[in-house]
């Protein structure tokens, strides 16, 4: 199968038109061209497009061609973690051979991933010295990979004797997770699980903190707190305009509940 067609089919698999696959990097002209074999992409437009497609480059590549010295070991590599073998894995890509500008990338991704593995198996298995080279091992490529990185540094806090507060000053904040979070949980009706997960926000000055708080104290009746709350974000968030109308004659102030009636029209 030629390049132009397997990229074809790899978008149309992905449900992307050429211009969403093109983006603001690549003429869809170009792509058209490449599609159809009138044109051949270089490295770096090939990188961009596998990137976006979710798939390494040599897959795009003639298999009957050779486009890397370490070809034939990546695929090891690549299989051995596909069955979880992961010291298998380590092995072949302990032997990759640089430069490499085709599979470099792919390279370091597997060989952080792998560390990391290998370290969370060496960790549970009351090993610490070896978990802890090994995260030293995954740091060398992690940095790249914010989802590695912060998996590297949540395995380091659970190793004896580890600094957790210094683990914690690196860690991204759990903000917005916690946030969805809290989400979630009010359009279950759970209010107190909500309350909870928003007590452990440490920005509580963002609007979005103060609607999903205002939300909250509204579902557990607390009107006067959560109108205060819905203030705050009533400028940023639209929807708290009915919420604070609800707020306004829950608590019998229907002159207030009338202003925020005449802002939705």
């Given at each position: 199968m030629e390049l132009g067609e397997k990229l074809r089919l790899a978008r149309q698999e992905a449900g992307l038109s050429q211009r969403q696959l093109c983006g603001d990097t690549i003429t869809r002209n170009m792509l058209s061209q490449i599609e159809h074999g009138a044109a051949r992409p270089s490295m770096d437009t090939l990188r961009i497009l596998a990137h976006r497609l979710g798939k390494p480059v040599s897959?795009?590549?003639?298999?009957?061609?050779?486009?890397?010295?370490?070809?034939?070991?990546?695929?090891?590599?690549?299989?051995?973690?596909r069955l979880g073998e992961i010291a298998a894995a380590r092995q072949q890509l302990a032997a990759f051979q640089q430069p490499d500008e085709t599979l470099e990338w792919e390279w370091r991704y597997l060989s952080g991933i792998t560390a990391l593995h290998a370290a969370q198996e060496?960790?549970?298995?009351?090993?610490?010295?070896?978990?802890?080279?090994?995260?030293?091992?995954?740091?060398?490529?992690?940095?790249?990979?914010a989802g590695m990185e912060r998996q590297r540094l949540l395995c380091l806090g659970l190793i004896p004797g580890t600094d957790?507060?210094?683990?914690?000053?690196?860690?991204?904040?759990?903000?917005?997770?916690l946030m969805l979070r809290a989400e979630?949980?009010?359009?279950?009706?759970?209010?107190?699980?909500?309350?909870?997960?928003?007590?452990?926000?440490?920005?509580?000055?963002?609007?979005?903190?103060?609607?999903?708080?205002?939300?909250?104290?509204?579902?557990?009746?607390?009107?006067?707190?959560?109108?205060?709350?819905?203030?705050?974000?009533?400028?940023?968030?639209?929807?708290?305009?009915?919420?604070?109308?609800?707020?306004?004659?829950?608590?019998?102030?229907?002159?207030?509940?009338?202003?925020?009636?005449?802002?939705?029209?």
């Open positions: 897959w795009f590549l003639e298999e009957d061609v050779v486009v890397s010295q370490n070809q034939e070991r990546m695929a090891r590599a690549r299989e051995a973690y060496a960790a549970a298995d009351g090993k610490p010295l070896l978990a802890r080279q090994l995260l030293e091992d995954a740091a060398r490529f992690s940095a790249a990979f957790s507060a210094a683990i914690v000053q690196q860690l991204p904040s759990l903000d917005e997770e979630a949980a009010l359009t279950k009706a759970e209010p107190e699980r909500a309350a909870a997960l928003l007590l452990s926000v440490e920005n509580r000055e963002s609007f979005r903190w103060n609607l999903l708080q205002g939300k909250t104290l509204l579902q557990k009746k607390q009107y006067v707190q959560a109108a205060e709350c819905l203030q705050r974000a009533e400028n940023v968030y639209p929807e708290t305009l009915s919420l604070l109308e609800e707020c306004y004659r829950e608590l019998g102030d229907f002159r207030r509940a009338y202003q925020y009636a005449c802002k939705q029209r």
